[in-house]
Structures are given as C-alpha cells and as structure tokens.
Nanobody, 118 residues
Framework: QVQLVESGGGSVQPGGSLRLSCSASGSGFASMGWFRQTPGKEREMVARLWIIGNRPTIYAASVKGRFAISRHNAENTLYLQMNSLKPSDTGVYYC????????????WGQGTQVTVAS
C-alpha cells in the first residue's frame, strides 16, 4: 500500500517562499504531482511530473514561473519549491502518485496547510 507523507507547509508573508516535501513509500509510479484545495472549491492540480514516459512537466497557469516540482529518485521524495507566494496560493496541498494504467485518481497524502497572509 502506498503511503505519501507531506511536510513543509506553514505560514508565510506574500512574496515569501516555502518548499514542500512528499516522502513516498512505494515505487514504480508513472507520475507524481501536487494538488491544492481551498474551502468550497474542488481540488486542483498545481504541478505534475512524469516518471515513466517522455511527457513534459505541467503546471497550473496560476503558478507557472513561480513554482517548481522536482523529485529525488534515490530518496523517493517529491518536492514543490514555491516562490513569490500570493494569498491566492493559500490552501491544503496534497501529494499524489499514480501507477501505470491505474484507474482513478491514484494515492494521496494527508495534506499540508499553506497560508500566505500579511
């Protein structure tokens, strides 16, 4: 069973930076990504990278140029570097992982809260 554990959330002022980490217990994923959710809204994709297959990394338009997703293969850890944070980036951030040909949304972590406020 896959376990994803996020860390690195917190409170930061607008313009600040945070780095989220996701430690994964499984391996052989086709892709991993970060999603976020705010109260009353659906969970939205922030960034996704493909581990299997030659597909480009994708970002939500709202974070492109400010966020960077990366993965440390040996440590089986996914990162999200968030720079120039805005209040609209506030939310619970979830790590996601999917196996090749997996039906459904894949596995999720418990989430980590990010709050951007003055």
């Amino acid at each position: 069973q896959v376990q994803l554990v996020e860390s690195g959330g917190g409170s930061v002022q607008p313009g600040g930076s945070l780095r989220l980490s996701c430690s994964a217990s499984g391996s052989g994923f086709a892709s991993m990504g970060w999603f976020r959710q705010t109260p009353g809204k659906e969970r939205e994709m922030v960034a996704r990278l493909w581990i299997i297959g030659n597909r480009p990394t994708i970002y939500a338009a709202s974070v492109k140029g400010r966020f960077a997703i990366s993965r440390h293969n040996a440590e089986n850890t996914l990162y999200l570097q968030m720079n120039s944070l805005k209040p609209s980036d506030t939310g619970v951030y979830y790590c996601n992982a999917k196996y090749p040909f997996e039906v459904g949304s894949g596995s999720w972590g418990q989430g980590t809260q990010v709050t951007v406020a003055s």
